[in-house]
């Protein structure tokens, strides 16, 4: 399952999210969007809900997340998203961290930026090596090697999973302050 979130509107609330279950044999099983809070706390929850209401939980081997954070700075929880649902999360980023500029953020912006940046913290990023260069990931309820092993089988080309990449995609396609959403187009 790859999660990625929608475009940022200035002011809103609430940012899209788009979850895509992908099978390894290129297969793509199903698409579902949601919301979290913008700058919230709420990212593990909602998708942990998204995906219990929906009929592929037993189909879900692991959920990629698209680096750290969501929705701005909605840093997912990983911790909670396995406890809520027993399944493996990755995350993975094709950008080098940098953990002192997120906290300078986080520092300047968020009266909770300290539990935004342990949540960050408690899961150090690991460096990937693969075909096209390296990428950062991080994971709980899965061994490094075996979420190493699940980003290399989802990465087609470049230095995102297939799964992360279409839920990125998919998501940036959808803009429902112009309507996307809303059959208005």
């Known amino acids: 399952m790859g999660v990625d979130d929608g475009p940022y ?28 809070t913008t700058d919230g ?14 009929r592929y939980l037993k189909q879900v081997r692991c959920i990629m997340s698209d680096g750290a ?19 493996p999360v990755i995350t993975v980023s094709n950008e080098t961290p940098n953990t002192e500029s997120m906290m300078t953020a986080l520092k300047n912006n968020f009266g909770d930026w300290e539990r935004k940046l342990e949540l960050i913290t408690d899961h150090p990023p690991r460096e990937l090596e693969l075909g096209d260069g390296v990428c950062y990931v991080r994971e ?11 980003v290399r089988r989802c990465t087609v080309r470049g230095r995102v999973p297939e799964p992360v990449r279409l839920a990125h995609m998919i998501a940036s396609a959808i803009d429902e302050e112009d309507g996307w959403s809303h059959g208005k187009r």
Do not use: Q
Request: aromatic letters at 6%.
């Open 140 to 150: 709980k309820g899965i061994t490094p090697e075996a979420a190493d092993d699940a």
């Open 69 to 87: 954070c969501l929705a701005g700075f909605n840093v997912l929880d990983i911790d909670e998203l396995y406890e809520r649902t027993s399944i």
């Open 9 to 36: 509107h200035c002011g809103s609330r609430e940012t899209l999210i788009v979850m895509t279950l992908y099978r390894l044999d290129g297969y793509l099983d199903a698409v579902m969007t949601g919301k979290v």
């Open 41 to 54: 706390e709420d990212s593990a929850s909602r998708i942990a809900d998204i995906l219990s209401n929906s």
